[in-house]
């Protein structure tokens, strides 16, 4: 388990690109967390530690964003409206982890059961201050490059 605790979402953001220098795909990283804490920050900064130069926006209505970097490519999901298992089909999460992509997932709290064995469960909570965040990270052994 590895914790930090950043104080605006421009911290939110450089963490979370030095973090994406450590991934290897295939992997999820499954973000958990309550509506404005930051999830859609964090994965801006893993695109921008992936090399990927498009700009990251919340997959909310699409459902799922694609970003390609020079070394990976990043599939941003929004699981907030998925209800089931065929709302889950339908997004396409298991086809893009066979790509072998990085799989960032919002609202994970809603697909907890269909997670593989590899995902790294990112908890973000509000610190003492309105933007302060305290971000837990766990299972990030498995995505981690040796």
């Known amino acids: 388990m590895q914790q930090i605790v950043t104080n605006s979402a421009q911290e939110t953001e450089a963490f ?25 920050a964090f994965t801006r900064g893993l695109a921008k530690g992936l090399g990927i130069a498009q700009e990251v926006s919340s997959p909310t209505f699409a459902l799922v964003h694609e970003y390609h970097g020079d070394k990976h490519t990043l599939y941003h999901f929004d699981m907030y409206r998925v209800e089931s298992w065929d709302d889950l089909y339908a997004t396409g999460f298991f086809d893009f982890y066979e790509t072998g992509g990085i799989l960032a997932v919002e609202w994970s709290e809603n697909i907890e059961n269909a997670l593989p064995e590899r995902t790294i469960r990112v908890t973000i909570e509000r610190g003492e201050h309105d933007s302060q965040r305290i971000i837990t990270i766990r299972n990030s052994e498995f995505g981690i490059r040796n």
């Open 16 to 40: 979370a690109a030095q973090f994406a220098k450590t991934l290897r795909g295939p992997v999820v990283v499954a973000f958990f967390g309550g509506l404005g804490m930051g999830k859609t």
